[in-house]
Protein backbone atom coordinates (compact mmCIF):
# COMPACT_ATOMS: atom_id res chain seq x y z
CA UNK A 1 0.00 0.00 0.00
CA UNK A 2 1.05 3.43 -0.59
CA UNK A 3 1.35 5.78 2.09
CA UNK A 4 -0.15 8.99 1.55
CA UNK A 5 0.00 11.85 3.02
CA UNK A 6 -2.58 12.51 5.79
CA UNK A 7 -1.93 15.80 7.20
CA UNK A 8 -3.43 18.42 4.88
CA UNK A 9 -1.80 22.07 4.74
CA UNK A 10 -3.23 24.91 3.23
CA UNK A 11 -1.28 26.06 0.67
CA UNK A 12 -0.31 30.15 0.87
CA UNK A 13 -1.97 30.71 -2.33
CA UNK A 14 -5.10 29.72 -1.12
CA UNK A 15 -4.81 31.63 2.21
CA UNK A 16 -4.06 34.56 0.13
CA UNK A 17 -6.75 34.44 -2.61
CA UNK A 18 -9.48 33.89 -0.30
CA UNK A 19 -9.10 36.35 1.52
CA UNK A 20 -9.05 38.62 -1.65
CA UNK A 21 -12.00 36.84 -2.65
CA UNK A 22 -13.58 37.89 0.73
CA UNK A 23 -12.56 41.34 0.20
CA UNK A 24 -14.47 41.80 -2.95
CA UNK A 25 -17.36 40.19 -1.63
CA UNK A 26 -17.27 42.84 1.18
CA UNK A 27 -16.63 45.54 -1.14
CA UNK A 28 -19.30 44.55 -3.49
CA UNK A 29 -21.68 44.23 -0.62
CA UNK A 30 -20.93 47.69 0.68
CA UNK A 31 -20.91 48.88 -2.66
CA UNK A 32 -24.36 47.25 -3.81
CA UNK A 33 -25.72 48.73 -0.34
CA UNK A 34 -24.98 52.31 -1.79
CA UNK A 35 -26.06 51.91 -5.57
CA UNK A 36 -29.02 49.93 -4.36
CA UNK A 37 -32.36 52.15 -5.32
CA UNK A 38 -35.02 49.69 -4.89
CA UNK A 39 -37.60 49.75 -2.44
CA UNK A 40 -36.12 48.40 1.04
CA UNK A 41 -33.01 47.60 -0.76
CA UNK A 42 -34.85 44.73 -1.85
CA UNK A 43 -32.47 43.68 -4.50
CA UNK A 44 -29.70 43.91 -2.14
CA UNK A 45 -31.42 41.15 0.29
CA UNK A 46 -32.32 39.14 -2.41
CA UNK A 47 -28.85 38.41 -3.35
CA UNK A 48 -27.92 38.10 -0.24
CA UNK A 49 -30.37 35.39 0.05
CA UNK A 50 -29.62 33.88 -3.47
CA UNK A 51 -26.04 33.28 -2.36
CA UNK A 52 -26.73 32.57 1.22
CA UNK A 53 -28.93 29.70 0.14
CA UNK A 54 -26.19 28.47 -3.06
CA UNK A 55 -23.45 28.19 -0.39
CA UNK A 56 -26.14 26.86 2.35
CA UNK A 57 -27.10 24.18 -0.10
CA UNK A 58 -23.44 22.97 -1.80
CA UNK A 59 -22.66 21.90 2.62
CA UNK A 60 -26.12 20.59 2.93
CA UNK A 61 -25.39 17.94 -0.12
CA UNK A 62 -22.51 17.58 1.42
CA UNK A 63 -24.38 16.37 4.30
CA UNK A 64 -26.87 14.97 2.53
CA UNK A 65 -23.91 12.29 0.13
CA UNK A 66 -22.15 12.11 3.41
CA UNK A 67 -25.22 9.90 4.98
CA UNK A 68 -26.13 8.80 2.10
CA UNK A 69 -22.89 6.83 1.38
CA UNK A 70 -23.32 5.82 5.29
CA UNK A 71 -26.97 4.16 4.85
CA UNK A 72 -26.03 2.58 1.22
CA UNK A 73 -22.72 1.09 2.99
CA UNK A 74 -20.91 2.62 -0.78
CA UNK A 75 -17.45 1.51 0.12
CA UNK A 76 -16.18 3.29 -2.71
CA UNK A 77 -16.23 6.94 -1.76
CA UNK A 78 -14.44 6.32 2.18
CA UNK A 79 -11.23 7.70 0.98
CA UNK A 80 -13.16 10.94 -0.06
CA UNK A 81 -15.48 11.14 3.01
CA UNK A 82 -13.24 14.01 4.15
CA UNK A 83 -14.24 15.96 1.69
CA UNK A 84 -17.77 16.10 2.42
CA UNK A 85 -17.27 16.47 6.10
CA UNK A 86 -14.94 19.62 5.21
CA UNK A 87 -17.69 20.81 3.24
CA UNK A 88 -20.65 20.43 5.43
CA UNK A 89 -18.56 22.33 7.97
CA UNK A 90 -19.96 25.59 6.56
CA UNK A 91 -23.66 24.65 7.91
CA UNK A 92 -23.90 26.49 10.28
CA UNK A 93 -22.75 29.70 8.76
CA UNK A 94 -25.01 29.23 6.02
CA UNK A 95 -27.71 28.97 8.27
CA UNK A 96 -27.27 32.11 9.65
CA UNK A 97 -26.83 33.68 6.82
CA UNK A 98 -30.64 32.34 5.67
CA UNK A 99 -31.98 33.54 9.85
CA UNK A 100 -30.59 36.95 8.71
CA UNK A 101 -31.96 37.92 5.76
CA UNK A 102 -35.54 36.07 7.10
CA UNK A 103 -35.27 37.50 10.33
CA UNK A 104 -35.06 41.14 8.38
CA UNK A 105 -38.11 40.20 6.87
CA UNK A 106 -39.95 39.07 9.50
CA UNK A 107 -39.02 42.53 10.85
CA UNK A 108 -40.36 44.12 7.61
CA UNK A 109 -36.95 45.43 6.87
CA UNK A 110 -37.27 44.53 3.52
CA UNK A 111 -40.56 42.61 1.57
CA UNK A 112 -38.65 39.96 -0.02
CA UNK A 113 -41.64 37.72 1.52
CA UNK A 114 -45.02 39.05 0.41
CA UNK A 115 -46.96 37.12 3.39
CA UNK A 116 -44.88 38.59 6.30
CA UNK A 117 -46.88 41.47 6.30
CA UNK A 118 -49.83 41.39 8.62
CA UNK A 119 -52.02 43.52 6.47
CA UNK A 120 -52.63 40.80 3.90
CA UNK A 121 -54.68 38.55 5.92
CA UNK A 122 -56.48 41.13 7.23
CA UNK A 123 -59.92 40.91 5.83
CA UNK A 124 -60.60 44.41 5.85
CA UNK A 125 -57.36 45.72 5.08
CA UNK A 126 -56.98 47.16 1.35
CA UNK A 127 -53.63 44.71 1.24
CA UNK A 128 -55.95 42.33 1.66
CA UNK A 129 -55.04 39.04 -0.80
CA UNK A 130 -57.10 35.88 -0.43
CA UNK A 131 -55.20 33.53 -2.33
CA UNK A 132 -51.94 34.40 0.71
CA UNK A 133 -54.79 34.62 3.48
CA UNK A 134 -55.87 30.98 2.37
CA UNK A 135 -52.53 29.85 3.04
CA UNK A 136 -52.37 31.55 6.54
CA UNK A 137 -52.41 27.83 8.40
CA UNK A 138 -48.95 26.56 7.05
CA UNK A 139 -47.66 30.68 6.76
CA UNK A 140 -47.69 31.68 9.48
CA UNK A 141 -45.00 33.30 11.95
CA UNK A 142 -44.89 30.63 14.51
CA UNK A 143 -45.26 27.83 12.28
CA UNK A 144 -42.45 29.26 9.74
CA UNK A 145 -39.99 30.06 12.67
CA UNK A 146 -41.18 27.05 14.68
CA UNK A 147 -39.93 25.14 11.06
CA UNK A 148 -36.61 27.57 10.58
CA UNK A 149 -35.50 26.39 14.28
CA UNK A 150 -36.34 22.62 13.38
CA UNK A 151 -34.23 22.92 10.16
CA UNK A 152 -31.42 24.56 12.19
CA UNK A 153 -31.56 22.23 15.07
CA UNK A 154 -31.61 18.91 12.57
CA UNK A 155 -28.92 20.38 10.21
CA UNK A 156 -26.20 21.73 12.53
CA UNK A 157 -26.50 18.52 15.48
CA UNK A 158 -26.22 15.67 12.41
CA UNK A 159 -23.15 18.19 11.12
CA UNK A 160 -21.57 18.36 14.42
CA UNK A 161 -22.42 14.65 14.87
CA UNK A 162 -21.11 13.39 12.16
CA UNK A 163 -18.06 15.17 12.36
CA UNK A 164 -17.46 14.07 15.88
CA UNK A 165 -18.14 10.34 15.40
CA UNK A 166 -15.43 10.43 12.31
CA UNK A 167 -12.70 11.80 14.17
CA UNK A 168 -13.78 9.58 17.07
CA UNK A 169 -13.82 6.62 14.60
CA UNK A 170 -9.75 8.03 13.50
CA UNK A 171 -8.46 8.11 17.20
CA UNK A 172 -10.16 4.25 18.11
CA UNK A 173 -10.99 2.14 15.29
CA UNK A 174 -13.01 -0.89 15.49
CA UNK A 175 -16.71 -0.75 13.71
CA UNK A 176 -19.00 0.62 16.35
CA UNK A 177 -19.07 3.90 15.03
CA UNK A 178 -18.93 3.12 11.54
CA UNK A 179 -22.38 1.13 12.41
CA UNK A 180 -23.90 4.21 14.48
CA UNK A 181 -22.99 6.28 11.49
CA UNK A 182 -25.08 3.68 9.54
CA UNK A 183 -27.74 3.83 11.66
CA UNK A 184 -27.41 7.78 12.07
CA UNK A 185 -27.47 8.31 8.13
CA UNK A 186 -30.73 6.52 7.79
CA UNK A 187 -32.22 8.54 10.15
CA UNK A 188 -30.90 11.78 8.91
CA UNK A 189 -31.94 10.33 5.24
CA UNK A 190 -35.86 10.71 6.83
CA UNK A 191 -35.38 14.06 8.26
CA UNK A 192 -33.73 15.22 5.16
CA UNK A 193 -36.15 13.76 2.63
CA UNK A 194 -39.22 16.15 4.49
CA UNK A 195 -37.04 19.27 5.06
CA UNK A 196 -35.27 19.52 1.84
CA UNK A 197 -38.76 19.82 0.24
CA UNK A 198 -40.11 21.95 3.04
CA UNK A 199 -37.51 24.44 3.10
CA UNK A 200 -37.29 24.83 -0.57
CA UNK A 201 -41.29 25.51 -0.09
CA UNK A 202 -40.31 28.07 3.10
CA UNK A 203 -37.02 29.87 2.04
CA UNK A 204 -37.45 30.12 -1.72
CA UNK A 205 -40.91 28.80 -3.15
CA UNK A 206 -42.70 31.12 -0.68
CA UNK A 207 -40.98 34.39 -2.71
CA UNK A 208 -43.39 34.27 -5.31
CA UNK A 209 -46.61 33.37 -2.66
CA UNK A 210 -49.72 33.04 -5.03
CA UNK A 211 -47.91 30.31 -7.06
CA UNK A 212 -46.91 26.76 -6.31
CA UNK A 213 -45.43 23.85 -7.30
CA UNK A 214 -45.08 19.80 -5.88
CA UNK A 215 -41.90 19.92 -8.01
CA UNK A 216 -39.99 22.73 -6.65
CA UNK A 217 -38.82 20.54 -3.50
CA UNK A 218 -36.95 18.03 -6.01
CA UNK A 219 -35.89 20.94 -8.31
CA UNK A 220 -33.99 22.98 -5.85
CA UNK A 221 -33.10 19.40 -4.19
CA UNK A 222 -31.98 18.60 -7.44
CA UNK A 223 -29.85 22.28 -8.00
CA UNK A 224 -28.49 21.47 -4.57
CA UNK A 225 -26.95 17.95 -5.17
CA UNK A 226 -25.40 18.92 -8.22
CA UNK A 227 -23.70 21.73 -7.42
CA UNK A 228 -22.18 19.51 -4.17
CA UNK A 229 -20.81 16.77 -6.38
CA UNK A 230 -19.21 19.42 -8.56
CA UNK A 231 -17.92 20.85 -5.76
CA UNK A 232 -16.45 17.81 -4.35
CA UNK A 233 -14.88 16.61 -7.88
CA UNK A 234 -13.04 20.11 -8.29
CA UNK A 235 -11.98 19.78 -4.56
CA UNK A 236 -10.71 16.52 -4.97
CA UNK A 237 -8.81 16.89 -8.10
CA UNK A 238 -7.56 20.01 -6.98
CA UNK A 239 -5.57 18.14 -3.95
CA UNK A 240 -5.00 15.39 -6.08
CA UNK A 241 -2.88 17.95 -8.46
CA UNK A 242 -1.33 19.14 -4.88
CA UNK A 243 0.19 15.40 -4.15
CA UNK A 244 -2.61 14.46 -1.84
CA UNK A 245 -4.74 11.28 -2.21
CA UNK A 246 -2.46 9.39 -3.65
CA UNK A 247 -4.27 6.05 -3.46
CA UNK A 248 -7.62 8.10 -5.32
CA UNK A 249 -7.30 6.67 -8.69
CA UNK A 250 -9.33 7.12 -12.24
CA UNK A 251 -12.28 5.22 -11.36
CA UNK A 252 -12.76 7.46 -8.14
CA UNK A 253 -12.59 10.37 -10.43
CA UNK A 254 -14.70 8.60 -13.36
CA UNK A 255 -17.11 7.96 -10.26
CA UNK A 256 -17.49 11.69 -9.55
CA UNK A 257 -17.57 12.42 -12.92
CA UNK A 258 -20.70 10.40 -13.48
CA UNK A 259 -22.74 11.60 -10.40
CA UNK A 260 -21.85 15.05 -11.83
CA UNK A 261 -23.43 13.97 -15.14
CA UNK A 262 -26.36 11.97 -13.80
CA UNK A 263 -27.71 14.32 -11.12
CA UNK A 264 -27.47 16.88 -14.13
CA UNK A 265 -30.00 14.71 -15.68
CA UNK A 266 -31.58 14.36 -13.11
CA UNK A 267 -31.99 18.43 -12.16
CA UNK A 268 -33.14 18.59 -16.06
CA UNK A 269 -35.47 16.20 -15.91
CA UNK A 270 -37.42 17.66 -12.66
CA UNK A 271 -37.03 21.25 -14.64
CA UNK A 272 -38.52 19.85 -17.76
CA UNK A 273 -41.27 17.98 -15.69
CA UNK A 274 -42.33 21.02 -13.51
CA UNK A 275 -42.15 23.03 -16.48
CA UNK A 276 -44.08 21.16 -18.87
CA UNK A 277 -46.83 20.31 -16.53
CA UNK A 278 -47.71 24.16 -15.98
CA UNK A 279 -47.25 24.54 -19.55
CA UNK A 280 -49.27 22.10 -20.81
CA UNK A 281 -52.29 22.79 -17.96
CA UNK A 282 -51.76 26.40 -18.51
CA UNK A 283 -53.78 27.54 -15.37
CA UNK A 284 -53.59 31.03 -14.69
CA UNK A 285 -52.21 30.20 -10.95
CA UNK A 286 -49.86 28.18 -11.86
CA UNK A 287 -48.44 29.95 -14.94
CA UNK A 288 -47.60 32.82 -13.37
CA UNK A 289 -44.08 32.15 -12.25
CA UNK A 290 -43.11 31.22 -16.26
CA UNK A 291 -44.60 34.01 -17.27
CA UNK A 292 -42.71 36.91 -15.57
CA UNK A 293 -39.79 34.48 -16.41
CA UNK A 294 -40.80 35.07 -20.19
CA UNK A 295 -41.56 38.25 -19.93
CA UNK A 296 -38.14 39.35 -18.68
CA UNK A 297 -35.53 36.72 -18.73
CA UNK A 298 -36.55 34.50 -21.50
CA UNK A 299 -32.56 34.17 -22.65
CA UNK A 300 -31.50 33.27 -19.10
CA UNK A 301 -34.15 30.41 -18.40
CA UNK A 302 -33.78 29.20 -21.67
CA UNK A 303 -30.08 29.49 -21.84
CA UNK A 304 -29.85 28.13 -18.03
CA UNK A 305 -31.85 25.07 -18.97
CA UNK A 306 -29.37 24.28 -21.56
CA UNK A 307 -26.12 24.97 -20.47
CA UNK A 308 -27.22 22.69 -17.00
CA UNK A 309 -29.32 20.19 -19.22
CA UNK A 310 -27.33 19.58 -22.63
CA UNK A 311 -24.32 20.08 -22.01
CA UNK A 312 -23.32 17.99 -19.70
CA UNK A 313 -25.21 15.55 -21.76
CA UNK A 314 -23.26 15.63 -24.22
CA UNK A 315 -19.76 16.44 -23.48
CA UNK A 316 -19.55 13.98 -20.25
CA UNK A 317 -21.19 10.78 -21.81
CA UNK A 318 -18.49 9.64 -22.53
CA UNK A 319 -16.35 7.61 -20.67
CA UNK A 320 -13.16 9.50 -21.47
CA UNK A 321 -14.95 13.01 -20.58
CA UNK A 322 -15.44 11.97 -17.20
CA UNK A 323 -11.58 10.74 -16.47
CA UNK A 324 -9.91 13.44 -18.20
CA UNK A 325 -9.12 16.16 -14.98
CA UNK A 326 -8.73 19.42 -16.65
CA UNK A 327 -11.76 18.85 -18.97
CA UNK A 328 -14.02 18.07 -15.87
CA UNK A 329 -12.57 21.26 -14.09
CA UNK A 330 -13.88 23.06 -16.47
CA UNK A 331 -17.00 21.76 -17.57
CA UNK A 332 -17.99 21.63 -13.60
CA UNK A 333 -17.34 25.20 -12.89
CA UNK A 334 -19.32 26.26 -16.05
CA UNK A 335 -22.14 24.23 -14.33
CA UNK A 336 -21.28 25.67 -10.91
CA UNK A 337 -21.86 28.68 -12.26
CA UNK A 338 -25.08 28.27 -14.24
CA UNK A 339 -26.59 26.28 -11.39
CA UNK A 340 -26.05 29.89 -9.10
CA UNK A 341 -27.32 32.05 -11.85
CA UNK A 342 -30.77 29.23 -11.52
CA UNK A 343 -31.22 29.86 -8.20
CA UNK A 344 -30.75 33.39 -9.09
CA UNK A 345 -33.90 32.88 -11.36
CA UNK A 346 -35.99 31.42 -8.86
CA UNK A 347 -35.13 34.21 -6.57
CA UNK A 348 -35.01 37.90 -8.50
CA UNK A 349 -38.26 37.70 -10.54
CA UNK A 350 -40.84 37.12 -7.42
CA UNK A 351 -39.08 40.18 -5.51
CA UNK A 352 -38.35 42.71 -8.09
CA UNK A 353 -37.11 43.01 -11.56
CA UNK A 354 -33.54 42.54 -12.10
CA UNK A 355 -33.33 44.15 -15.55
CA UNK A 356 -33.43 47.80 -13.85
CA UNK A 357 -31.01 46.73 -11.33
CA UNK A 358 -28.38 44.21 -12.68
CA UNK A 359 -25.06 45.59 -12.29
CA UNK A 360 -23.11 42.65 -12.82
CA UNK A 361 -20.38 43.53 -10.51
CA UNK A 362 -22.48 43.63 -7.33
CA UNK A 363 -23.98 40.04 -8.02
CA UNK A 364 -21.06 38.37 -9.21
CA UNK A 365 -18.90 40.64 -6.27
CA UNK A 366 -21.24 38.71 -3.68
CA UNK A 367 -21.11 35.19 -5.54
CA UNK A 368 -16.71 35.62 -5.24
CA UNK A 369 -17.27 36.90 -1.84
CA UNK A 370 -18.97 33.97 -0.56
CA UNK A 371 -17.10 31.55 -2.63
CA UNK A 372 -13.83 32.84 -0.65
CA UNK A 373 -15.27 32.03 2.88
CA UNK A 374 -16.83 28.66 1.38
CA UNK A 375 -13.05 27.57 0.25
CA UNK A 376 -11.63 29.03 3.40
CA UNK A 377 -13.82 27.30 5.67
CA UNK A 378 -13.16 24.24 3.56
CA UNK A 379 -9.58 23.80 3.39
CA UNK A 380 -9.18 25.11 7.15
CA UNK A 381 -11.95 22.18 8.12
CA UNK A 382 -10.01 19.80 5.65
CA UNK A 383 -6.31 20.58 8.09
CA UNK A 384 -7.99 19.80 11.21
CA UNK A 385 -8.12 16.46 10.35
CA UNK A 386 -6.68 13.44 8.87
CA UNK A 387 -7.17 13.40 5.16
CA UNK A 388 -7.80 9.62 4.66
CA UNK A 389 -10.07 8.34 7.57
CA UNK A 390 -7.27 6.26 8.81
CA UNK A 391 -9.95 3.30 10.67
CA UNK A 392 -12.85 3.12 8.35
CA UNK A 393 -13.34 -0.19 7.92
CA UNK A 394 -14.48 0.61 4.17
CA UNK A 395 -11.06 1.74 3.61
CA UNK A 396 -9.16 -1.00 1.96
CA UNK A 397 -12.45 -1.83 -0.52
CA UNK A 398 -12.01 2.03 -1.62
CA UNK A 399 -8.42 1.44 -2.38
CA UNK A 400 -8.68 -0.93 -4.88
CA UNK A 401 -12.04 0.43 -6.42
CA UNK A 402 -11.74 -0.28 -10.40
CA UNK A 403 -14.36 0.10 -12.75
CA UNK B 1 2.72 -27.37 -38.80
CA UNK B 2 -0.55 -28.18 -37.38
CA UNK B 3 -2.38 -25.67 -35.29
CA UNK B 4 -2.59 -26.70 -31.30
CA UNK B 5 -5.53 -25.29 -29.86
CA UNK B 6 -5.30 -25.37 -26.09
CA UNK B 7 -8.47 -25.16 -23.52
CA UNK B 8 -7.05 -23.79 -20.55
CA UNK B 9 -10.01 -24.27 -17.58
CA UNK B 10 -10.27 -22.16 -14.24
CA UNK B 11 -12.68 -22.29 -11.63
CA UNK B 12 -12.25 -18.97 -10.38
CA UNK B 13 -12.14 -15.62 -12.42
CA UNK B 14 -9.44 -14.96 -9.63
CA UNK B 15 -7.46 -17.76 -10.92
CA UNK B 16 -8.13 -16.87 -14.27
CA UNK B 17 -6.93 -13.43 -13.74
CA UNK B 18 -3.66 -14.06 -12.42
CA UNK B 19 -2.75 -16.82 -15.21
CA UNK B 20 -3.76 -14.05 -17.75
CA UNK B 21 -1.52 -11.74 -16.47
CA UNK B 22 0.94 -14.33 -15.89
CA UNK B 23 0.99 -15.85 -19.19
CA UNK B 24 0.62 -12.40 -21.16
CA UNK B 25 3.81 -11.06 -18.91
CA UNK B 26 5.72 -14.07 -20.59
CA UNK B 27 4.59 -13.08 -24.33
CA UNK B 28 1.91 -15.26 -24.53
CA UNK B 29 -1.02 -14.06 -27.11
CA UNK B 30 -4.40 -15.37 -25.34
CA UNK B 31 -7.31 -15.96 -28.54
CA UNK B 32 -9.52 -15.36 -26.14
CA UNK B 33 -11.75 -16.71 -22.93
CA UNK B 34 -14.80 -18.14 -22.42
CA UNK B 35 -16.81 -16.66 -19.20
CA UNK B 36 -20.18 -17.07 -17.88
CA UNK B 37 -19.58 -13.30 -16.78
CA UNK B 38 -18.18 -10.29 -17.76
CA UNK B 39 -14.88 -10.49 -15.32
CA UNK B 40 -13.55 -7.07 -14.70
CA UNK B 41 -10.32 -6.12 -15.86
CA UNK B 42 -9.76 -8.70 -18.05
CA UNK B 43 -10.14 -7.03 -21.38
CA UNK B 44 -7.24 -4.86 -21.39
CA UNK B 45 -5.42 -7.92 -19.94
CA UNK B 46 -5.77 -9.80 -22.67
CA UNK B 47 -5.35 -7.30 -25.28
CA UNK B 48 -9.48 -6.70 -26.25
CA UNK B 49 -10.53 -3.26 -27.81
CA UNK B 50 -12.88 -1.31 -26.37
CA UNK B 51 -15.97 -1.88 -27.61
CA UNK B 52 -17.79 0.65 -29.61
CA UNK B 53 -21.13 -0.47 -28.96
CA UNK B 54 -21.61 2.82 -26.62
CA UNK B 55 -21.22 5.06 -29.62
CA UNK B 56 -23.03 2.59 -32.07
CA UNK B 57 -26.04 3.31 -29.65
CA UNK B 58 -25.36 7.00 -29.36
CA UNK B 59 -25.95 7.18 -32.72
CA UNK B 60 -29.15 4.65 -33.09
CA UNK B 61 -30.49 6.83 -30.26
CA UNK B 62 -29.68 10.19 -32.50
CA UNK B 63 -31.42 8.49 -35.30
CA UNK B 64 -34.42 7.98 -32.71
CA UNK B 65 -34.28 11.84 -32.05
CA UNK B 66 -34.21 13.27 -35.48
CA UNK B 67 -36.96 10.37 -36.76
CA UNK B 68 -39.68 11.57 -33.43
CA UNK B 69 -38.66 15.42 -34.30
CA UNK B 70 -39.83 14.81 -37.75
CA UNK B 71 -42.25 12.19 -36.64
CA UNK B 72 -44.29 14.88 -34.38
CA UNK B 73 -43.83 17.58 -36.99
CA UNK B 74 -45.51 15.73 -39.57
CA UNK B 75 -48.32 14.38 -37.88
CA UNK B 76 -49.12 16.86 -35.41
CA UNK B 77 -48.20 19.97 -37.42
CA UNK B 78 -48.02 19.48 -40.77
CA UNK B 79 -50.25 16.46 -42.11
CA UNK B 80 -53.34 17.08 -39.80
CA UNK B 81 -52.66 19.90 -37.62
CA UNK B 82 -53.89 18.60 -34.14
CA UNK B 83 -55.35 21.02 -31.32
CA UNK B 84 -54.72 19.42 -27.99
CA UNK B 85 -55.41 21.53 -24.39
CA UNK B 86 -56.06 24.85 -26.74
CA UNK B 87 -52.43 24.78 -28.18
CA UNK B 88 -53.27 25.03 -31.97
CA UNK B 89 -50.49 27.08 -33.04
CA UNK B 90 -49.33 25.55 -36.21
CA UNK B 91 -45.70 25.89 -34.87
CA UNK B 92 -43.77 22.71 -33.97
CA UNK B 93 -41.26 25.09 -31.87
CA UNK B 94 -43.94 26.11 -29.94
CA UNK B 95 -45.68 22.70 -29.58
CA UNK B 96 -42.25 21.33 -28.56
CA UNK B 97 -42.50 20.75 -25.20
CA UNK B 98 -45.41 18.13 -25.53
CA UNK B 99 -43.59 16.38 -28.30
CA UNK B 100 -39.99 16.21 -25.65
CA UNK B 101 -41.48 12.83 -23.91
CA UNK B 102 -42.31 11.24 -27.42
CA UNK B 103 -39.01 12.32 -28.59
CA UNK B 104 -37.28 11.07 -25.44
CA UNK B 105 -39.11 7.43 -25.54
CA UNK B 106 -38.15 7.32 -29.05
CA UNK B 107 -34.29 7.95 -28.83
CA UNK B 108 -34.61 5.27 -25.78
CA UNK B 109 -36.37 2.72 -28.11
CA UNK B 110 -34.05 3.27 -31.02
CA UNK B 111 -30.55 3.58 -29.10
CA UNK B 112 -31.67 0.25 -26.90
CA UNK B 113 -33.19 -1.92 -29.87
CA UNK B 114 -30.45 -0.77 -32.29
CA UNK B 115 -27.74 -1.57 -29.73
CA UNK B 116 -28.80 -4.95 -28.69
CA UNK B 117 -29.58 -6.34 -32.31
CA UNK B 118 -26.07 -5.08 -33.14
CA UNK B 119 -24.34 -7.07 -30.51
CA UNK B 120 -26.30 -9.99 -31.30
CA UNK B 121 -24.97 -9.68 -35.21
CA UNK B 122 -21.42 -9.10 -34.11
CA UNK B 123 -21.46 -11.94 -31.82
CA UNK B 124 -22.96 -14.04 -34.16
CA UNK B 125 -26.15 -14.83 -31.45
CA UNK B 126 -28.73 -15.03 -33.71
CA UNK B 127 -31.65 -18.05 -33.02
CA UNK B 128 -30.53 -21.05 -34.13
CA UNK B 129 -26.92 -20.35 -34.89
CA UNK B 130 -24.59 -23.12 -33.19
CA UNK B 131 -22.55 -22.24 -29.84
CA UNK B 132 -19.27 -21.06 -30.09
CA UNK B 133 -17.89 -21.74 -26.98
CA UNK B 134 -15.47 -24.73 -26.17
CA UNK B 135 -17.14 -26.57 -23.06
CA UNK B 136 -20.42 -26.09 -21.89
CA UNK B 137 -19.57 -25.65 -18.79
CA UNK B 138 -18.56 -22.22 -19.36
CA UNK B 139 -21.64 -20.82 -19.30
CA UNK B 140 -22.29 -22.13 -15.79
CA UNK B 141 -18.81 -22.09 -13.37
CA UNK B 142 -16.30 -22.35 -15.59
CA UNK B 143 -13.62 -20.45 -17.19
CA UNK B 144 -12.17 -21.23 -20.34
CA UNK B 145 -8.76 -19.59 -21.80
CA UNK B 146 -8.02 -20.20 -25.48
CA UNK B 147 -5.01 -20.00 -26.62
CA UNK B 148 -3.90 -20.99 -30.29
CA UNK B 149 -0.24 -21.77 -31.71
CA UNK B 150 -0.49 -20.12 -34.71
CA UNK B 151 -1.03 -16.80 -32.86
CA UNK B 152 2.49 -17.95 -30.49
CA UNK B 153 4.78 -18.83 -33.08
CA UNK B 154 7.44 -17.74 -30.84
CA UNK B 155 7.80 -21.09 -28.59
CA UNK B 156 7.15 -24.60 -29.33
CA UNK B 157 3.64 -26.30 -28.34
CA UNK B 158 5.28 -28.21 -25.49
CA UNK B 159 7.20 -25.16 -24.11
CA UNK B 160 3.75 -23.35 -24.07
CA UNK B 161 2.04 -26.50 -22.31
CA UNK B 162 4.76 -26.14 -20.28
CA UNK B 163 3.78 -22.20 -19.55
CA UNK B 164 0.73 -22.48 -19.21
CA UNK B 165 0.71 -25.58 -16.31
CA UNK B 166 2.76 -23.44 -14.14
CA UNK B 167 -1.10 -21.45 -13.53
CA UNK B 168 -3.82 -22.94 -11.73
CA UNK B 169 -5.55 -24.87 -14.46
CA UNK B 170 -8.53 -26.92 -13.82
CA UNK B 171 -8.34 -29.14 -16.24
CA UNK B 172 -6.34 -28.82 -19.66
CA UNK B 173 -7.57 -30.21 -23.11
CA UNK B 174 -5.54 -30.16 -26.43
CA UNK B 175 -7.00 -30.20 -29.89
CA UNK B 176 -5.54 -30.42 -33.17
CA UNK B 177 -6.82 -28.90 -36.69
Known sequence: MKQDKLQFEIPAGVQKWSTICMAIGLVAAVGGWIVDHTDHHQYWWANLLINGFFYFAVALGALFFYALQYATEAAWSAQLKRIFEAMYGYIPVGVGVIIVVLLAGQFHIHHLYHWMDPDVHDVNSPAYDEIIANKKPYLSAWFFWLRMIAYAGVFIYFARKFREWSLQEDAVGGTELHY???????????????????????????????????????????????????????????????????????????????????????????????????????????????????????????????????????????????????????????????????????????????????????????????????????????????????????????????? | MANKVFHVMYDDDQKLMTAAQALVSKGIRVKDVFSPFPVHGL???????????????????????????????????????????????????????????????????????????????????????????????????????????????SMSASELEALIKTTEVYELSIKEY
Not at chain 1, 302 to 307: D, L, N, V
Not at chain 1, 314 to 326: E, Q, S, T
Open chain 2, 43 to 153: DPVIGVKRTRLAIASFMYATTGTLLAIIGTWYFMIHDWPMNIGGKPSFSWVENAPAFVPVIFEFSVFCGAHGMVITYLLRNGLLPGMPASNPDPRTTDDKFVMEIVTDQNS
Open chain 1, 180 to 403: LQYRKGAVFLVFFAVFSSTMAWDVLMSIDTHWYSTMYGWYIFAGMWVTTMIFATLALIWLKGLGYFGSVNDSHIHDMGKWVFAISMLWSYLWFCQYMLIWYSDIPEEVTYFQTRYEHYMGLMWGIFFTNFALPFYVLIARDAKRNKKFLMRVGAILFVSHFFDLYLAVIPGTNHAHETFTGWFELGLFIGFLGLFVRMFVTALSKANLIPVNHPFLNESEHHSI
